[in-house]
Structures are given as C-alpha cells and as structure tokens.
C-alpha cells in the first residue's frame, strides 16, 4: 500500500503541475511521437490510394490493429475522464483534495 500512495502521489503533484519539467516532456514527446506515426501512415495509405491507384490492405489492417486496440482505446478515455475540470480551476476534478468529507458528506478526519 505505500508504493501505490507514493505513485498516486507523484501522479497528484505531476497533475497538479508540481511535478517538474522531465515527466511532462516525456508525455509530450510520447503523444507527439503517437501522432506523428499515425499521420505519416495515413499520408502513406492515402499516397499509395491515389497516386498508385492500389489500396494496401495490410498497411490499413496494421494501422488499425495499432492505434484501435483496448489497451490504447482505454489509455485515452481514462486520461480523458481523469482530465476533466468542471470548475476550471487549472486542477482536474478527481485530483482535488477533499475538504473534509467523503462523497456522502461524512466528516473522515478522526
């Protein structure tokens, strides 16, 4: 249990924009490498429809097989759930300190 609260506190400060320039550039790089690989294939596929007149098959099968499986599917939804900030505070919803309740309304500060 102290390993998960020490990741969910790194996760809290990386959120809460306390958490240094490194891990941020890491995500950034990563999505921007994502996306650069999927609009290179998609510029790829659409050259070969309509320069060369063939569809590649495999290529489109091998693009979808990549950026529309599960695992990547539900990476995206749950950043996006975990993103959300109805107040627009800066501080997405599920990362914001609870003051001193639960959801019920109950006082948890013994």
Do not use: H
């Not at 240094?20 to 290179?40: E, S, T």
């Not at 107040?87 to 948890?108: A, L, R, S």
């Amino acid at each position: 249990m102290k390993l998960i609260k020490e990741i969910q506190g790194r996760v809290t400060k990386f959120v809460k924009k306390k958490g240094g320039v490194l891990p941020k550039l890491f995500v950034w790089m990563y999505a921007a490498a994502f996306l650069a690989c999927g609009f290179i294939t998609i510029f790829g596929i659409i050259y070969e429809f309509f320069i060369k007149n063939i569809i590649n098959y495999k290529a489109v099968n091998d693009f979808i097989a990549a950026y529309f499986t599960p695992s990547i599917c539900g990476t995206f939804a749950l950043l996006g759930v975990l993103l959300i900030d109805r107040d627009q505070d800066g501080v997405p919803d599920k990362w914001q300190e609870k003051e001193g309740g639960d959801e019920n309304g109950k006082d948890v500060s013994r």
